[in-house]
């Protein structure tokens, strides 16, 4: 199957988890008179979502989609002329990612493959910030001493990238007195 | 005062063809899933023939969808069990489907060209409503033969005791190069020869570009001692390599005389001229066509002692690359006491 995949030209496709991944299907055919009859998506060379034009579902087409890998979240659309077509899943989970490959089958012209890597970009959660001794500190910090050390630790965890820390100080010194 | 070189001689270049010379069938099985699928195509396939490419798995009919062929990317066949017909052909250049013969297992092409070389996949679909699918890939090599016989030039009628004999064997074209191996008293040369009898080297070139080919053999002649003999790339290696002979650039070069230097350099002498026996095979000549029809050209260099060739001989012959057994052509080179005869048989 790898042989044949380095055939099959690849489309990276970036989502962050929670939204609506578009996952594009080339539909289109040169040849007039021509139409689908079947459309195929393999995750990882496994069906999981099929369009049946075939026969009795010309005009109402058959979906069938694998519930244990796309629960209710996916759907299939094509517009009117059939030129552009998606997988919409939606919202996105972090188990989605991978190599999709969509397989349409014509009615004249040969069959199209094409495939798609998707990537669901999961953001880190919501700093922490800790004191030395490792409690959290909801919103403020001390007191402390004047002519002591103020150390805080800002702790990030989740996400799928190295992580940037930024400080951002601002003083607010209380009025005197 | 030079001596003659008393031996008598034949020369051998004994082609071979860089396929590993046998046209069966490559079987492999991959189990994907539940299934196993079991494909079967050619290694290898002579210009012109059929060729049966085997696609086929334990799934009852009612359960198969469609079984596709791919070249590459494009398909080209399709066989969708519940159609009628149940075969299509979608058209591709360098392919010919003969589909009274192809079923939903067996595609039969025929009269292959050397552009129908190249990787064939299939696809095996179950029916709805998943459509669970299996893809297998293969390569199928065309072959063409060479049309001519290998043939010895630059060979010299008179050897002193101490003169090199050094002789280029020219084999092609053909798709892909022939393999050359030399003899000598039927023995391949790449075993040692009884001293002082020795060989110089036996040269095949083996770079792709043209400019280059000839830096390559001045290195390969840097070597002083034994060669190995011919061995072009193997099997898996069918990529292009282009021969100076081919594009005519190299003709006109001056025809090898007894002046020829005896440092080991063996590539920078390139003598394009066509071979001085009449024979079939031209040098230099390439078929039209995608194929990357190729030359062979050896060089040997070796020092004949006299006393240990009683019957010394050079033979030449090639054999037909991909019939199950080697045919060998001789041309006798002769050589012996009071004169050196060159002849063909």
Same mark, same amino acid.
């Given at each position: 199957m790898d042989e044949f995949r380095a055939y099959v030209p690849t489309h990276l496709e970036k989502v962050l988890v929670n939204e609506t991944a578009q996952i594009k299907c =080339? +539909? /289109?055919? @040169?040849?007039? @008179?021509d139409r689908i009859l079947l459309v195929v998506w393999y995750k990882d060379n496994v069906p999981i979502y099929s369009f049946d034009t075939r026969g009795p579902h010309v005009n109402s087409p058959s979906h069938w989609k694998d519930v244990a890998i796309l629960e209710d979240r996916a759907n299939f659309k094509t517009t009117r002329e059939q030129s552009r077509a998606m997988l919409v899943? /939606?919202? +996105?989970?972090?188990? =989605?990612?991978g190599i999709f490959r969509c397989r349409v089958d014509f009615l004249l012209s040969p069959t199209k493959n094409s495939n798609v890597n998707l990537e669901v970009v999961v953001p880190p959660d919501v700093p922490k910030i800790h004191n030395e001794a490792g409690v959290v500190l909801p919103s403020h910090a001390g007191p402390y001493e004047e002519g002591g050390d103020l150390v805080l630790i800002c702790v990030v965890t989740g996400g799928m990238y190295p992580v940037d820390f930024f400080t951002i100080f601002q003083p607010n010194l209380p009025d005197a007195g | 005062m030079n001596t003659l070189l008393q031996s008598l001689g034949r020369g051998l270049c004994s082609s071979v063809s860089g396929v590993m010379g046998n046209l069966s069938s490559h079987v492999s099985h991959s189990v994907l899933g539940l299934e196993s699928v079991h494909i079967q195509v050619p290694v290898a396939v002579l210009v012109g023939t059929s060729a049966t490419l085997v696609c086929e798995c334990d799934l009852p009919d009612e359960d198969l969808y469609s079984v596709k062929w791919y070249k590459g990317k494009h398909e080209f066949f399709r066989y969708t069990s519940k159609e009628i017909p149940s075969i299509k052909i979608f058209p591709k250049a360098g392919i010919s489907v003969n589909v009274n013969l192809s079923n939903a297992s067996h595609l039969v092409l025929v009269n292959v060209e050397p552009q129908s070389s190249g990787k064939y996949s299939c696809e095996i679909t179950e029916a709805a409503p998943s459509f669970h699918t299996k893809i297998a890939t293969r390569t199928m090599n065309v072959v063409d033969l060479p049309t001519g016989e290998p043939q010895i030039v630059d060979m010299k009628s008179y050897y002193g005791a101490e003169e090199f004999l050094e002789v280029e064997c020219r084999a092609g074209p053909s798709l892909p190069a022939p393999k050359l191996e030399w003899f000598v008293n039927d023995l391949p040369v790449r075993q040692p020869l009884q001293a002082p009898s020795r060989l110089e080297y036996a040269t095949q070139p083996t770079s792709s570009s043209k400019p280059s080919s000839s830096g390559s053999r001045k290195k390969q002649s840097a070597? %002083? %001692?034994l060669h190995q003999p011919s061995t072009v790339p193997s099997t898996g290696e069918l990529e292009s390599r282009e021969n100076d002979l081919e594009d005519g650039t190299a003709r006109g070069g001056p025809s090898s005389t007894t002046g020829r230097p005896l440092a080991g350099v063996a590539g920078s002498t390139t003598t394009q001229d066509p071979p001085p026996t009449t024979g079939n095979g031209t040098s230099g000549e390439q078929r039209k066509g995608a194929g990357r029809y190729e030359l062979s050209v050896s060089r040997l260099k070796l020092l004949l002692e006299h006393g240990h060739f009683h019957n010394g001989k050079l033979k030449v012959g090639g054999s037909v690359p991909a019939r199950p057994e080697v045919e060998t052509i001789f041309f006798l080179c002769l050589f012996f006491s009071s004169f050196v005869r060159l002849r063909q048989s």
């Open positions: =080339d +539909v /289109s055919s @040169n040849l007039t @008179n899943i /939606s919202p +996105v989970q972090k188990k =989605d990612a | 070597k %002083s %001692s």
